[in-house]
């Protein structure tokens, strides 16, 4: 059995994939699995490092706005065509698998043309440009979002599977990360970050957040600056009267390694709405107030921010209208009310899909015959 994935640019495309790659290689311990990705990009790097076979193309991304630049794009997605279409004749797999990002684009379509068994993973509420365009030709798309379904025609078959979850997040006991923690008993936990990176406005906000929540015994904070932010950071603090970089019931760090531990043991977040952190957040029924990525293509980070808002498993701040006076009021609506937290926490939970991998693995089972 040998199958082929696909998908790059972004870690929002790369993860995804390869969890389906572990996946099947866990399903079918004797299976061959290529990764076909772009020369040059985030892939390249990642891939050979998680211990997959990596072949490459050349090809480059179209701009949502007519220019020059389109037309050598058109050109190498050709020459990705080409490229990808001689490696799967190589190779001949039984299901390409396609995650999203520009390399997907050719590589599907050439495995579509050759009769290859096809399925694309669409992450966001809305889709890519690369997944809508290749879903008519596939065999099958898988959602994670359902309301990511008016934008895909009608004759594509859609399945809504979720996103697949790092097996670490699902199998962390909330007891004992709190206990590693320092969770006080009866203390609310709230859990802030801005990705691995960090994100300057939600830092500054959280200036504020912390100061009006200091020295409350029934709360503790953990918040994650960034590595490049964190100096900074603790440079605003003293101002805000605020010890650096523990104050009590605050904990303040740069990067967090082990975020599956933090996000088992809170009772809320503070995060943006990129596709895999909400897939952990409502695999674990954790509520939030989400603060989309403003410039994320599309703006799809707000479209997945608003399907939880929408069943009321998150409180939803644009970033241009973030404020700490803002956010401290949103965090004191859900603190303060037992009640309006067990239910946000409800209805994350019923969002969740500890199953996506799975379900993933069993539509290119089917796909594949096998």
């Given at each position: 059995?040998?199958?082929?994935?696909?998908?790059?640019?972004t870690g929002g495309h790369i993860y995804p994939a390869l969890?389906?790659?572990?996946?099947?290689?866990?399903?079918?311990?004797?299976?061959?699995?290529?990764?076909?990705?772009?020369?040059?990009?985030?892939?390249?790097?990642?891939?050979?490092?998680?211990?997959?076979?990596?072949?490459?193309?050349?090809?480059?991304?179209?701009?949502?706005?007519?220019?020059?630049?389109?037309?050598?794009?058109?050109?190498?997605?050709?020459?990705?065509?080409?490229?990808?279409?001689?490696i799967l004749k190589e190779f001949k797999p039984a299901v390409?698998?396609?995650?999203?990002?520009?390399?997907?684009?050719?590589?599907?379509?050439?495995?579509?043309?050759?009769?290859?068994?096809?399925?694309?993973?669409?992450?966001?509420?809305?889709?890519?440009?690369?997944?809508?365009?290749?879903?008519?030709?596939?065999?099958?798309?898988?959602?994670?979002?359902?309301?990511?379904?008016?934008?895909?025609?009608?004759?594509?078959?859609?399945?809504?599977?979720?996103?697949?979850?790092?097996?670490?997040?699902?199998?962390?006991?909330?007891?004992?990360?709190?206990?590693?923690?320092?969770?006080?008993?009866?203390?609310?936990?709230?859990?802030?970050?801005?990705?691995?990176?960090?994100?300057?406005?939600?830092?500054?906000?959280?200036?504020?957040?912390?100061?009006?929540?200091?020295?409350?015994?029934?709360?503790?904070?953990?918040?994650?600056?960034?590595?490049?932010?964190?100096?900074?950071?603790?440079?605003?603090?003293?101002?805000?009267?605020?010890?650096?970089?523990?104050?009590?019931?605050?904990?303040?760090?740069?990067?967090?390694?082990?975020?599956?531990?933090?996000?088992?043991?809170?009772?809320?977040?503070?995060?943006?709405?990129?596709?895999?952190?909400?897939?952990?957040?409502?695999?674990?029924?954790?509520?939030?107030?989400?603060?989309?990525?403003?410039?994320?293509?599309?703006?799809?980070?707000?479209?997945?921010?608003?399907?939880?808002?929408?069943?009321?498993?998150?409180?939803?701040?644009?970033?241009?209208?973030?404020?700490?006076?803002?956010?401290?009021?949103?965090?004191?609506?859900?603190?303060?009310?037992?009640?309006?937290?067990?239910?946000?926490?409800?209805?994350?939970?019923?969002?969740?899909?500890?199953?996506?991998?799975?379900?993933?693995?069993?539509?290119?089972?089917?796909?594949?015959?096998?």
């Amino acid at each position: 059995m040998r199958f082929v994935v696909t998908g790059g640019g972004t870690g929002g495309h790369i993860y995804p994939a390869l969890a389906i790659a572990r996946g099947l290689k866990e399903k079918y311990p004797g299976a061959e699995i290529l990764y076909i990705g772009r020369a040059g990009g985030l892939e390249a790097d990642l891939v050979p490092r998680a211990g997959f076979p990596f072949r490459s193309i050349q090809v480059a991304g179209l701009k949502r706005r007519p220019t020059p630049a389109n037309l050598l794009a058109v050109w190498q997605a050709g020459r990705g065509l080409l490229m990808a279409r001689r490696i799967l004749k190589e190779f001949k797999p039984a299901v390409v698998v396609g995650t999203g990002g520009y390399v997907c684009g050719p590589v599907v379509l050439a495995a579509a043309l050759q009769g290859i068994a096809t399925l694309i993973h669409e992450q966001n509420a809305l889709p890519g440009l690369t997944n809508r365009l290749l879903a008519p030709l596939v065999d099958c798309v898988a959602l994670t979002f359902a309301e990511g379904r008016r934008y895909f025609p009608r004759r594509a078959r859609l399945t809504v599977t979720g996103l697949p979850v790092r097996p670490e997040v699902l199998s962390c006991c909330r007891e004992e990360a709190r206990r590693v923690l320092g969770i006080p008993p009866g203390a609310r936990m709230i859990l802030s970050f801005g990705g691995s990176q960090g994100a300057a406005s939600i830092n500054k906000a959280m200036v504020e957040v912390l100061q009006a929540f200091a020295g409350r015994t029934d709360m503790c904070f953990l918040h994650v600056t960034g590595p490049a932010h964190y100096q900074d950071f603790l440079n605003h603090l003293p101002e805000r009267g605020l010890g650096a970089p523990e104050n009590g019931n605050i904990t303040i760090v740069p990067y967090l390694y082990d975020m599956p531990r933090a996000l088992a043991a809170a009772d809320v977040a503070v995060c943006r709405a990129g596709a895999a952190t909400l897939a952990e957040l409502t695999v674990l029924g954790l509520p939030a107030v989400l603060i989309p990525y403003p410039f994320a293509s599309g703006n799809h980070q707000e479209f997945n921010a608003r399907s939880l808002e929408k069943k009321g498993a998150a409180l939803v701040i644009k970033d241009r209208e973030l404020s700490g006076q803002l956010l401290t009021r949103c965090l004191e609506v859900i603190l303060s009310r037992p009640e309006k937290l067990a239910a946000m926490a409800g209805a994350c939970r019923s969002l969740g899909r500890p199953r996506a991998l799975q379900d993933i693995l069993d539509l290119v089972a089917e796909l594949a015959g096998a």
